[in-house]
C-alpha cells in the first residue's frame, strides 16, 4: 500500500471549513482513498473515500488533484464534535488491509 | 443497536492467564479484522478473515490466535497474557466492494 504523510495537528474555528491536506505521491492506479477520523478511544469512523474524482456525502467532501499525488478532506462547517484524529488512508479494494498511519490532530475551538 | 459489538469493552488480567475478546456483526460483511492501538500509535493489524475459511496474520500477529466461528463472529485470544499486550482492541468489518471498514467501540485489556 502507498504511504501517506499528513501534518500533525491543524486548528480549526467553530462553523468555519476545515481543510486536512494529504500526500501520497506514490499511490498506484488502482488504489482508493479513505478517510477515517477516531474521537478519542472510540472506534475510527468511516467518512469518505474516492479514487480519482471529486467525492461528496453528508459528512465532507473530498477533493484528489488530478495526478492524484495529494488530495484534501474538507469539513465545510466544524463543529466541536469534529475534534478527532483523521487518518488518510491509501489502499486497494481487493486487498482489504488498511494501513493506519499517524493522522492528522484536528482541534475545532470556539 | 450497533453494527459491530465486542465483548467485553473493558478486562483486567493478570500475566499468563488466557482471554479472549469477542467480536459480533450484523452488517452482513465477510471480512473481518483484529487491530491493535497503543498509546500516541495508529492501529496495527493483527489478524483478518475474508470469509469464514479463510484466515490470515497481520503485522503483529505473534502471541494471538483468531476463531471465526460464523460469518458474523470473530474471536481474539491471548494464550497467555503478557504485561505489553496491554492495548485498545478494535475489531472491524468491511464493505464487500470498496472496503470501507467499520469498527466495534474497542476493548480495553490491562494486563498486571
Known amino acids: 500500500d502507498a504511504k501517506t504523510t499528513q501534518p500533525t495537528s491543524m486548528d480549526c474555528a467553530e462553523g468555519r471549513a476545515a481543510n486536512l491536506p494529504c500526500n501520497h505521491s506514490?499511490?498506484?492506479?488502482?488504489?482508493?482513498v479513505y478517510w477515517y477520523r477516531q474521537i478519542h478511544s472510540q472506534g475510527p469512523q468511516y467518512i469518505i473515500h474516492?479514487?480519482?474524482n471529486n467525492e461528496t456525502n453528508e459528512m465532507a467532501s473530498l477533493i484528489i488533484t488530478e495526478d492524484r499525488k495529494s488530495s484534501t478532506l474538507i469539513l465545510p462547517h466544524a463543529t466541536l464534535r469534529d475534534t478527532a484524529v483523521y487518518y488518510c488512508?491509501?489502499?486497494?479494494?481487493?486487498?482489504?488491509?488498511?494501513?493506519f498511519g499517524q493522522g492528522t490532530i484536528l482541534t475545532v475551538h470556539p | 443497536d450497533a453494527d459491530v459489538t465486542q465483548t467485553p469493552r473493558n478486562r483486567i488480567t493478570k500475566t499468563g492467564k488466557r482471554i479472549m475478546l469477542e467480536c459480533s456483526q450484523t452488517?452482513?460483511?465477510?471480512?473481518m479484522y483484529w487491530y491493535r492501538q497503543d498509546p500516541g500509535l495508529g492501529l496495527r493489524l493483527i489478524y483478518y478473515?475474508?470469509?469464514?475459511?479463510?484466515?490470515n496474520k497481520g503485522e503483529i500477529s505473534d502471541g494471538y490466535s483468531v476463531s471465526r466461528q460464523a460469518q458474523a463472529k470473530f474471536s481474539l485470544s491471548l494464550e497467555s497474557a503478557i504485561p505489553n499486550q496491554t492495548a485498545l482492541y478494535f475489531c472491524?468489518?468491511?464493505?464487500?466492494?470498496?472496503?470501507?471498514?467499520?469498527f466495534g467501540p474497542g476493548t480495553r485489556l490491562t494486563v498486571l
Open positions: 488512508i491509501v489502499g486497494g479494494t481487493s486487498y482489504g488491509k488498511l494501513t
Open positions: 478473515s475474508f470469509d469464514v475459511k479463510d484466515i
Open positions: 472491524a468489518t468491511s464493505a464487500p466492494v470498496y472496503n470501507e471498514q467499520f
Open positions: 506514490t499511490i498506484s492506479g488502482n488504489e482508493y
Open positions: 474516492g479514487l480519482k
Open positions: 452488517k452482513g460483511h465477510d471480512r
